[in-house]
């Protein structure tokens, strides 16, 4: 139930909705009033509210998971890049929530109660994991904010210059702060969150006048730059600093001081896509705002690449360009922190992160440095800021891990041809990239595929035409029949005649011969009753077989053939001449078969063998790319055997 007190001050109502407020502000002279068990005392007036063009106000109405909720209360709190404000809210059933607004997030979080021991601020390190509420989170953001002032009703005692340290930590999509603003005169308190779309919670009664987070303003707000006075102008909500093109020097936009100045005399590089220039990518349109060149050294080498930071036009957000040596791509914040893998990764000494069911491996660590800033960023950005960053790849998706002292971010960037950044832009030719860049595709794996799919294609065509052609040739069996061959008979023996009616390129004289444990070598003659055309061919047949030790074994075969080549047309005959063992005195029975030839077996071993080259040759190849890839990572391929003993 409400409950309303008379402002000592001036004498105005002062209403409080929720039974978990103790502090009000008077809207009309700003006195803070405390109420505790129904007694109310002055503790002067609150400090003025610094502009901050928000859309929020007091009073304004959402919904959130069907419930509808009021915005009762504000506090507004400084940190070294900016401003953030904490909206209370009270919803319709008496639950309690706040929404937290900055850099154009909104995070609605709930204030729960957890049975761990909650670490000391000053023992916290950005990135470490920590056990909150039965669930593992990584710290990402430590702030030692401060209170500007506060708003409406509040739970708890605020104040301009009341100290905030708070820490954010992060489980995947779900969110957690722990604020330790009560200092030694309580604990910690925890709340448990998640990013909600500022659109989804269904505003009403939003303040007049303020466009929509992320939405270019309606009227640029002009400024001059801190270092040489040159023109500056901001055009989109949450700029925190903006780049000088004149003298590279950074200014605060609220405050119009200096943030850094250039390391230098002269701009170490022009962007290729001029500041302003909009462009339609991949169904959005996007607007270039900034710009900055980082470098990094390494073994006393300097590599340096470009950022460019994209307004959406159509709807809230901002996105990332990178280039470096003409490689680009498209980037963006992640709201979620990806999670390690318990798996041994052989290219990856440092492990594998796991992420939108990818397997992302480590590629590379290393320091950067920002040299040079134009254009508006929606942080502190300043020349000689330095980060740690962790690249992990899996092409052609590249995650990268960026700590500073108190802060830990991740990204997610997607390789992009320079044609497709070209024709966005409308930039006309952009340079050829060189070498082979870490998450880039590799040119040669589609191809790979291609020809691996072709491979099999004609590989199970050859085989089928092979057996179509092997169905054919029982067809066409030109002499079948059982001879006996007799023992010391000079005499040969004849086969039927046949005729062959057309040339044949191949002529197959089958023989299987009644043998066990004994051999018979054959002379064969193919005649020509018409011309007297005779060829000769010879096979000899054998066949063993026993045991031995209890194990059956044997060698040899009772079947074998014999191929004449280009037999012209005509009535043929075979005469068979036998010989074997002296010692035998029982003829051999022999089946006779004369059949076109065709095509051999041997031919598939030799397709197999002549396709096979081409996906041997593109898997070389793709392999020569990936060495070229993890040459420039931490983690350098030099053969299959190195990569092996990884």
């Not at 909009?278 to 900034?290: D, Q, T, Y």
């Not at 290219?347 to 939108?356: D, E, H, I």
């Not at 390789?415 to 497709?420: K, N, S």
Request: glycine share 10%; net charge negative.
């Amino acid at each position: 139930m409400a409950r309303t007190a008379q402002c000592p001050s001036c004498g105005a109502p002062v209403t409080f909705r929720s039974s978990a407020s103790i502090l009000a502000v008077c809207e009309y002279c700003q006195t803070t009033l405390l109420n505790l068990q129904g007694n109310i005392e002055d503790l002067g007036k609150m400090a003025a509210l610094v502009e901050d063009r928000s859309p929020l106000q007091l009073g304004a109405e959402g919904r959130y998971q069907g419930v509808h909720f009021a915005l009762v209360g504000r506090i507004q709190l400084r940190y070294g890049e900016g401003l953030w404000n904490e909206w209370h809210l009270l919803f319709d059933d008496q639950r309690t929530g706040w929404l937290s607004e900055a850099g154009g997030e909104y995070v609605l979080s709930f204030l729960e109660w957890v049975p761990e021991a909650i670490p000391p601020f000053a023992s916290l390190k950005p990135g470490e994991g920590l056990v909150l509420g039965q669930r593992t989170w990584t710290v990402t953001n430590l702030e030692n904010a401060e209170c500007v002032a506060g708003e409406g009703e509040l739970p708890f005692k605020v104040g301009g210059g009341y100290p905030a340290p708070v820490a954010d930590l992060r489980a995947g999509e779900r969110l957690a702060t722990i604020d330790y603003s009560d200092g030694e005169s309580g604990p910690p308190l925890v709340f448990f969150g998640q990013v909600v779309d500022f659109s989804s919670l269904g505003w009403n009664n939003l303040r007049p006048g303020m466009p929509l987070p992320g939405a270019p303003t309606l009227k640029a707000r002009a400024l001059r730059c801190a270092s040489c006075g040159a023109p500056l102008e901001v055009r989109h909500e949450g700029i925190l600093a903006v780049g000088c093109r004149q003298c590279g020097a950074v200014t605060d936009p609220d405050t119009e001081k200096l943030i850094s100045g250039l390391k230098g005399k002269d701009a170490p590089v022009q962007p290729r896509i001029p500041l302003g220039k909009v462009g339609s990518f991949r169904g959005e349109k996007l607007e270039v705002i900034g710009f900055m060149q980082r470098f990094m050294k390494v073994e006393g080498q300097r590599y340096d690449w470009r950022e460019y930071l994209l307004a959406r036009v159509d709807k809230p957000g901002y996105r990332w360009l990178t280039e470096y040596d003409g490689h680009w791509n498209v980037a963006d914040v992640l709201s979620d922190v990806p999670s390690a893998m318990n798996t041994r990764y052989r290219t990856s000494p440092r492990g594998a992160l796991a992420y939108r069911e990818h397997r992302f491996d480590h590629f590379q660590s290393y320091g950067a440095e920002v040299e040079y800033v134009i254009g508006e960023f929606t942080w502190r950005v300043q020349v000689g800021e330095k980060a740690k960053l962790d690249d992990y790849v899996v092409p052609p998706l590249l995650l990268t891990r960026e700590a500073t002292g108190k802060e830990v971010s991740w990204s997610l960037a997607e390789y992009v041809p320079h044609e497709e950044i070209s024709q966005a832009f409308g930039l006309g030719t952009l340079p050829e990239p060189r070498g082979v860049y870490a998450n880039q595709p590799s040119p040669v794996a589609d191809r790979h595929r291609r020809v691996c799919r072709n491979f099999w294609i004609f590989f199970i065509i050859g085989v089928l035409l092979q057996l179509g052609l092997w169905a054919l040739e029982q067809e066409q069996v030109l002499v079948r029949e059982s001879l006996a061959l007799q023992p010391g008979v000079e005499q040969p023996v004849l086969s039927k005649p046949f005729v062959v009616e057309s040339h044949l390129p191949t002529l197959v004289v089958q023989n299987q011969a009644g043998i066990s444990n004994d051999w018979v070598a054959l002379d064969l003659v193919l005649v020509n009753e018409q011309t007297g055309e005779a060829r000769h061919a010879s096979q000899e047949l054998s066949y063993y077989w026993g045991t031995d030790g209890g194990e059956s074994w044997s060698e040899g075969s009772q079947e074998g053939d014999v191929s004449f080549r280009d037999v012209p047309p005509g009535t043929w005959r075979l005469m068979l001449e036998p010989e074997m063992d002296p010692g035998r005195y029982q003829p051999i029975s022999d089946t006779l078969v004369v059949r076109k030839g065709g095509s051999s077996w041997s031919n598939i071993i030799l397709l197999f063998l002549f396709l096979a080259a081409f996906p041997i040759y593109t898997r070389w190849r793709m392999y020569a790319f990936e060495v070229a890839r993890w040459a420039e990572s931490d983690h350098p391929k030099v053969s299959e055997s190195d990569d092996d003993d990884d």
